[in-house]
């Protein structure tokens, strides 16, 4: 996990995007939002886990990779 200090007094880090240097900018999630984030997919996950549909079950197996880092790196266990 990578821990960026903030300046003192600029308060908590907001969700939105987030870029270092020359990168490609990336979203970033506070952890609650992330939690809520990783809840919801996993929802959608077990809603939709009888689907027939290829399309669905190849952005569901993409989104089950974010709700995997968010239970591995977020979730304060």
Known sequence: MLKIPLPGGSGP???GAIQFRDDWPGPFLRGDTAIMVGLAIRNLQKA???SQDGDVASALSKLAVVADLIEREVIVK
């Open 13 to 15: 880090a907001k969700s």
């Open 48 to 50: 939709l886990d009888q």
